[in-house]
């Protein structure tokens, strides 16, 4: 991401310290990762350590400090599905997908997150794929479903 | 748009709005909340407006896409005004004819009422719905028919009326006192009592304060606060400014979780239509008071939902709590007083001036006034967020609203308060619910959610969940949390994978002691809960996982083993075809056999098996049974009766 | 400043508004175990070793010493059969992580903690927070801070900022209740991957 573009997110918040946070809610959404480059120029900017920016990027789950895959695939643990059977869903991605939650396959096509719930629990086990929710999932629908994502 | 700058100016601008509204209007309102749009209420809302258009209605037929009115389980859900009839589950294919019978012929339809599973009885109308009708609706009961996205359905329905008399018949003080008389208690979990959070904030000598929404609803099986702040985001609006002007404050921040995207979409659009329409900003209504508000996005943290910890984030830092030795009331945000409170807090206090505090009483118990939303999921018929008055049973709650619990299966416990929270058994099921009783039984309010479990669920499986679930959360500044949960997740793990041993639970024990007492926040002090409290009611579960590697439940992976039973097999080959691990051996007229080197466990056998068949069985804590000889294996034909 | 009265182990102390019951305690030479404070940088109140029993009008609650402001009349209790037992278990958890660590044996001794008692961790970090808050406080150089959270939490180096500040300066290693092992090890990572000047 280029400097310009940084600068012109930061100066949207005022250039505030405390709008750190969401500035790089910003910068995550708009390039799908954080690289380091950007870090280092939100810390010139808004005069903050990047140690400061580097423990914000790795406590809060929004932000990911590697590229992430092309589809993003989001099973809910919230305990409502969990109680329906969550971790059956999640058991067949990763036999799938041949990767475990946090991680991105080396070919970048999927990239694997559980969820602490996405408020659908009316319809657990819910998973979600690039944004679009899916719900009372079971492992056979879940193959199906990914095959659709190639 | 002009600014409405005084109360006179905002009653005629609210009448003209009622006289263009036409009462009598046919309108379909589509519920457009995140759990209806995830079951496809998005091409429900297309379709009507397409049909609508087909059959040449514009002119006289409205359609308005509403916010969450809670019966998630029967969604899509759509309401038609006049009549006020509810249809459930709508699809695209059944757009067309609503829109002949319903809007022009004026009649039912009836497949798409509700129809109660055990009597057969029809309900159109929403309101003899005995989902609905059990329930208290004093603030989810707008929603269906609020366009969230439109200020104006707020207005009609009286909003901000409370706002204008606060600025221009109360003194800051008496709304603290009104407040103070409600004994509104904190929403969020805390159940702290608004009132006097506010009483302590006025008094501050300090110019500057704040107030704060909580909209991070973190716990696992909680959305009461999306449905409210998606479906009617101005009644949080007019209850902050409400409160902001009683404790002298100027700025306010909404945090809400990132996960929760159209909830942050409504709110920054109420925020500027609020501006626009001159209910936020300068010199509000005329009265001289001054009131900005921002939106700060969670970026998925569980703990920014515990209030020190939110304030860390607003300030731009990692979500750590601070030592609550002095209250964030008195020193929070930028040291500042800062008034937090939950989103469903803040929703409660328009109704509370308006109709006053006597009116909130009337509701609820001595020690917990007003009504609650509960968000029932898990093993019940009817999901969804229920509202109802503080005091009600457990036992109406999941049976007389929520249907009782599906399949047939048997009522095990109920858990509340998230992750924080305990479990509740059958054996209390008749406890009122309100902080206090809840607390008393092991358990607590906390936020709302409510999961059932049934005679499938297992109880040691749930704490260990929960500390899963806390131990990713910790944010791990001390360490009776950071590796206290840790060390609980691994025993608690080693007892549902069959490696408990002798030892284990009071170990559990020392180290939920360490925790509860000496955790620096909140998250560490309830940590333990679940685990005591599924001790406290479940004990035999832990000693049968310990000492007989047996799971009751019938449920941990690792102590279960798949089984087909000889006597009932008929060979039908459902489960060798579904089977995704090869894990079965049969054939045609042969009873099929699970080879358990190669079961993985997931289960599907036991779902596909049809139910006259029921031969897949599960055992624990036993020896799976040898494999019948070869040579025996041929199917004895059940005979026909 | 206006003057303080309470009780600590039954002995009346006169203490200053704004010192916390450490610091009162210290001033009747009254000892309490710490390991993330430090004299020179701000009160962190994350090992919970001074963990001390207060009671206030009644109510008694388990608090952190190095953070709890000194008030009028409250009864502080140092030491007790609840908070060694809770002190003893929490040394057990460090001495997972840094078994052979002087600061915690000795400690250790005095409270009975077995340093076996929980399985080996990996890592020698107690996260005490004495480096990272030393270099950004006194040195405010911000060489090397956290990543991620809960059990998960690590201490990590910036490479760029480390290859210019460590070798000559370093103070953070004698400030290590573990002998800077894992400072140590995490650091030479960091300078193995620092980009050449």
């Known amino acids: 991401m280029d400097n310009d573009r940084i600068d012109q997110i930061i100066d949207k918040h005022h250039g505030a310290a405390s709008s750190l946070i969401q500035v790089m809610l910003e910068i995550q959404s708009e390039h799908h990762w954080l690289p380091k480059e950007s870090l280092k120029r939100v810390s010139q900017k808004l005069q903050v350590p990047l140690t400061q920016i580097l423990h914000i990027a790795t406590f809060y789950k929004a932000f990911s400090l590697v590229p992430k895959g092309r589809h993003q695939v989001h099973v809910c643990v919230g305990t409502a599905c969990h109680v329906r059977g969550a971790s059956r869903i999640l058991d067949t991605l990763q036999e799938l997908i041949k990767i475990k939650p946090g991680e991105t396959d080396l070919d970048l096509n999927y990239s694997l997150e559980t969820v602490n719930c996405v408020g659908c629990c009316a319809l657990g086990p819910v998973m979600e794929i690039d944004g679009k929710t899916y719900g009372k999932m079971t492992p056979t629908e879940t193959i199906d479903i990914l095959k659709n994502y190639d | ?641 | 400043m206006s003057e303080i009265l309470l009780e600590i182990d039954g002995k009346e102390v006169k203490a200053k508004a704004g010192m916390t019951i450490l610091d009162a305690a210290k001033s009747v030479g009254i000892s309490i175990p710490t390991l993330c404070h430090h004299e020179a940088l701000e009160p962190f109140g994350s090992c919970r070793l001074c963990s001390v029993e207060v009671d206030v009008r009644g109510r008694t609650s388990l608090v952190a010493a190095c953070v709890y402001p000194v008030a009028n009349n409250i009864l502080v209790k140092t030491r007790s059969a609840k908070i060694d037992r809770i002190r003893k278990i929490i040394l057990e958890l460090y001495l997972a992580h840094a078994p052979d660590s002087f600061v915690l044996q000795d400690l250790a001794k005095e409270y009975g903690a077995d340093k076996d008692r929980f399985e080996k961790e990996a890592s020698f970090c107690i996260h005490c927070g004495l480096c990272v808050r030393y270099c950004n406080e006194v040195k405010q150089k911000n060489a090397v801070g956290f990543v991620d959270r809960g059990g998960r939490k690590e201490i990590c180096f910036i490479p760029e900022i480390a290859a210019k500040e460590c070798w000559d300066c370093k103070e953070c290693f004698p400030l290590c209740p573990t002998e800077a092992l894992q400072a140590a090890y995490v650091l030479s990572q960091a300078l193995f991957t620092a980009p050449p000047e």
């Open chain 2, 1 to 641: 748009m002009p600014q409405i700058n005084s109360s006179e100016a905002l009653e005629k601008f609210r009448q003209e709005l009622l006289t263009k509204n036409d009462a009598d209007t046919p309108c379909i309102s589509i519920c457009a909340g995140a759990g209806c749009i995830a079951s496809g209420a998005g091409e429900v809302i297309t379709a009507f407006k397409a049909e609508i258009e087909k059959q040449g209605l514009q002119a006289g037929v409205n359609t308005k896409e509403t916010g969450c009115p809670g019966f998630c389980e029967r969604g899509p859900v759509v309401v038609i005004y006049p009549e006020e009839i509810c249809y459930l589950q709508v699809k695209p294919e059944d757009v067309a004819e609503i829109v002949t019978k319903t809007i022009k012929e004026k009649k039912v339809v009836e497949r798409l009422v509700y129809c109660d599973s055990l009597t057969a009885e029809k309900a159109p109308l929403e309101s003899d719905i005995p989902f609905y009708k059990n329930q208290k609706r004093n603030l989810l009961g707008s929603n269906i028919k609020i366009d969230p996205k439109s200020i104006e359905d707020y207005l009609v329905l009286d909003g901000y009326s409370a706002l204008s008399k606060v600025l221009t018949q109360m003194s800051a003080e008496s709304v603290v006192e009104e407040i103070k008389l409600s004994n509104l208690r904190g929403r969020g979990g805390g159940g702290f009592p608004a009132g006097r959070k506010w009483e302590g904030t006025r008094n501050a000598p300090e110019p500057v304060k704040y107030v704060i929404v909580n909209a991070d609803e973190g716990d696992p099986g909680a959305f009461m606060d999306r449905a409210l702040l998606e479906g009617n985001p101005h009644s949080i609006l007019e209850g902050l400014i409400i409160g902001a002007y009683a404790i002298g404050s100027h700025e306010g921040f909404i945090y809400v979780r990132q996960e929760y995207p159209l909830a942050v979409e409504n709110i920054n659009l109420a925020i500027i239509q609020a501006q626009e329409y001159g209910f936020l900003g300068k010199n509000i209504l005329g009265s001289g008071f001054d009131f900005k508000v921002s939106v700060h996005q969670g970026a998925g943290a569980f703990v920014c939902g515990e209030s020190t910890a939110l304030m860390t984030a607003i300030e731009g830092r990692v979500g750590e709590p601070r030592p609550k030795y002095i209250r964030s009331n008195i020193k929070g945000l930028w040291d500042k007083p800062s008034v937090l409170n939950n989103v469903e807090t803040w929703a409660n206090v328009p109704l509370i001036i308006n109709k006053g505090a006597e009116w909130f009483t009337q509701f609820g118990t001595e020690g917990s006034s007003g009504t609650k939303i509960f968000a029932l999921v898990g093993k019940i018929n009817n999901t969804g967020l229920v509202e109802v008055p503080m005091g009600i049973t457990l036992r109406d709650i999941i049976y007389k609203i929520g249907g009782g619990i599906p399949d047939g299966k048997k009522f095990k416990a109920v858990q509340t308060g998230g992750p924080s929270g305990g479990c509740i058994p059958e054996s209390l099921l008749d406890l009122a619910v309100d902080f206090d009783e809840l607390s008393k039984a092991g358990s607590m309010m906390g936020s709302g959610g409510m999961i059932v479990m049934d005679e499938d669920t297992c109880m040691v499986d749930v704490a260990r969940y929960f500390m899963e679930f806390l131990a990713d959360e910790s944010c791990g500044k001390c360490v009776p949390c950071r590796e206290g949960t840790r060390q609980m997740l691994k025993i608690l793990t080693n007892i549902t994978e069959g490696r408990g041993k002798e030892g284990d639970i009071e170990l559990l024990e020392e180290l939920s002691e360490v925790a509860k007492e000496a955790a620096l926040c909140a998250l560490g002090k309830s940590a333990p809960n679940s685990f005591l409290s599924t001790l406290r009611y479940f004990r035999d579960e832990y000693e049968a996982h310990i000492k007989d590697k047996r799971c009751p439940a019938l449920s941990c992976k690792e102590l279960i083993n798949f089984y087909i039973d000889p006597e009932k097999c008929q060979a039908c080959g459902a489960c060798l075809k579904k089977c995704p691990a090869d894990a079965i051996i049969g054939g045609k007229k042969l009873i099929h056999i699970v080879d358990q080197d190669k079961c993985t466990k997931c289960g599907t056998c036991f779902e596909v098996c049809p139910t006259k068949f029921s031969a897949v069985t599960k055992l624990s804590g036993e020896p799976v049974p040898a494999p019948v000889p070869e040579a025996e294996r041929t199917v004895v034909k059940k005979d026909k009766k």
